[in-house]
């Protein structure tokens, strides 16, 4: 089998290195422009996420028209081709799904499945039923770091729990549960959450190579997850020697809708035939690796493992309780200096007394309260703990009612923690924000257009203001910087919503959609300036 190392280099110009900080990083070989793809791969296993509402192909991850596996009654796909492709490793895992008792298949979640089919790519590899590459193999999930001496006493029993399920469907002599305990907890620290380019999570996939790449908060490359990857996949037997021939290069999504028109200079040498022996697919399930800021040969490909949107404090607190690392990135070192605490504050603290005021509190030492920075007013402690209590209660049931489909009932709890939160939170808070969006959903939902309008112009300040802290993305920072300020103006475009209610908030939310704006993630920002800035090269 070829060495990754050779690989990486040959194919990508990438590199591994290891650092005393931080294990195993990921470094470039050449220069690398914004919208460039460093690296791309296909999971090593993936389980789509289990809802109430839906169920998704086990492959590709859609939830059109998907049947239920027809001898397991548990795995759904959307057609034969997906079917197909995923046979091998489902084929020893529907044996083992088929026999499973109605109790311990209610215990059945995504992770759970996850290590099932972890194992079985092991013993289908190891038995050569699935070839192994140099880039897809059992050794490269062995060398992921788990972490696992430092997980708490609680967790590691519940992997240990986890594990003995896992033994239990696999039922193979020997298992070693502590070692299957070990995988849960890479799982964690590895696995990556697929999403579709709205950011709605779908899934969860393992890649191995993707899992080298370490985190920054300000990071220079993203991972997205895109349906524009064009992959030859054999229709037919393909003896030695044939000619490929195969159909147009009109790239879809997974459902076929096309998308747009890409250039693949080496599959264009493909020809075609009406009875073709190939498929050109565009798979989502696949992770790209792309630049979001000029990337200089010989630097770490960096990406960001949580929302940049939160606070310094937030942040770390994310990367220490799931990454066990205390990140010491360009933001994070700014921690505690005044513009980080204002930035804080504005984003995740309080709003003032003096609702005329837009001044940002902060602890005052001298009594029991938050003091304005502007006004000098100080808000009791005791009256924001009241709030953020009812805040809490209201918050379980209304993502209890969300997530059960029930859209009304939502929407009025959302709107009762919209309220609490208008007396609670600065007025460009990131929770008021994440509300205000989850109740323009809702009212587009029940087509009531006028109040969604007013949603929309409710969010633009914030996504303004945001935009304004965070320039990840900057023209300056492009190959052709020109170009990125026109990207950039588009994306700036004043937002003068007119009265034609319907067509103003489809149009606003398409464009905060696909912008992402979701505050959530400056990385999904830079995504979106990326791949429109790059399929304009592309298609020029
Ligand atoms: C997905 S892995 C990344 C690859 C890892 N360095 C390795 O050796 O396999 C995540 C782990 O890498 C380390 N890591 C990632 N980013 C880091 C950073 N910015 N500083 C220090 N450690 C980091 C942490 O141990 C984290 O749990």
């Known amino acids: 089998m070829e060495d990754l190392q050779r690989v990486l280099l040959r194919e990508y110009s990438l590199s591994i290195s290891t650092l005393p900080d931080k294990g195993r990083c990921l470094f470039t070989g050449r220069d690398f422009s914004p919208g460039d793809i460093v690296f791309s791969q296909e999971p090593y296993v993936s389980v789509p996420n289990k809802t109430s509402v839906e169920s998704r192909c086990d492959w ?8 239920r596996c027809s001898s397991c009654h548990v795995v759904w796909y959307c057609g034969s081709r997906c079917q197909k492709s995923d046979w091998k490793l489902h084929r020893l895992e529907c044996q083992l799904l088929a026999h499973l008792e109605k109790n311990r298949l209610r215990s059945l979640t995504p992770s759970i499945r996850l290590l099932v089919k972890l194992y079985l790519r092991r013993k289908l590899q190891n038995e050569k039923v699935i070839p192994s590459t140099a880039m897809d193999n059992y050794n490269l999930v062995k060398d992921l770091v788990s972490h696992i001496s430092e997980v708490e006493e609680t967790q590691r029993l519940l992997y240990a729990q986890m594990a003995s399920l896992v033994s239990v469907i696999l039922q193979w002599p020997g298992l070693d549960i502590k070692e299957i305990a070990e995988s849960f907890s890479k799982l964690a620290c590895n696995a990556h959450t697929v999403c579709d380019s709205e950011l709605i999570p779908l899934g969860t996939g393992l890649y191995p190579v993707i899992s080298i790449i370490n985190h920054s908060c300000s990071p220079n490359a993203v991972l997205v997850f895109e349906g524009r990857i064009a992959t030859v996949r054999a229709v037919q037997h393909i003896p030695k020697g044939s000619e ?15 998308l747009g028109t890409g250039l693949y200079p080496v599959i264009s040498i493909i020809n075609h035939s009406c009875s073709p022996n190939a498929v050109l697919v565009f798979e989502g399930r696949i992770a790209t690796v792309r630049a979001v800021q000029h990337i200089p040969k010989g630097s770490e490909v ?3 493992y949580i929302e940049t949107a939160g606070s310094t404090m937030t942040r770390q607190k994310a990367l220490r309780e799931q990454y066990f690392f205390t990140c010491s990135c360009t933001r994070c070192i700014k921690l505690g200096q005044p513009e980080d ?3 804080s504050a504005v984003l995740e603290g309080y709003r003032c007394k003096n609702h005329t005021c837009d001044g940002f509190l902060l602890r005052d030492p001298e009594s029991k309260g938050f003091k304005c920075q502007k006004c000098r007013l100080v808000r009791d402690k005791d009256e924001i703990l009241k709030i953020a209590g009812e805040e809490k209660a209201v918050a379980e049931q209304a993502s209890a009612a969300l997530s059960s489909a029930h859209t009304k009932e939502a929407l009025e709890m959302y709107l009762r923690i919209e309220k609490l939160q208008v007396k609670l939170c600065h007025s460009f808070s990131i929770n008021l924000l994440r509300t205000r969006e989850t109740l323009l959903k809702l009212m587009m939902e029940l087509q009531d257009w006028k109040k969604a309008l007013e949603y929309c112009r409710l969010t633009i300040p914030v996504y303004e203001i945001f935009e304004m802290m ?4 900057t023209a300056s920072s492009m190959s052709n910087p020109d170009e990125a300020y026109q990207e950039k103006s ?7 919503l007119g009265t034609d209610n319907q067509t103003d908030v489809c149009s606003f939310s398409s464009f905060v959609f696909s912008y992402n704006i979701n505050l959530a993630q400056t990385r999904v920002k830079s995504t979106y300036f990326v791949t429109k800035w790059d399929y304009g090269r592309n298609t020029k």
Not at 60 to 67: D, G, I, L, Q
Not at 244 to 258: G, K, Q, Y
Not at 470 to 473: A, G
């Open 341 to 343: 605490i204002e930035e």
């Open 60 to 67: 590709c991850f859609t939830s059109s028209n998907v049947k």
């Open 490 to 496: 588009s994306l700036n475009q004043n937002w003068n």
């Open 244 to 258: 490929l021939a195969c159909n147009a290069h009109t790239v879809c999504d997974s459902e076929l809708i096309p």
């Open 470 to 473: 965070q320039e990840t993305f």
């Open 302 to 304: 960096l990406i960001s």
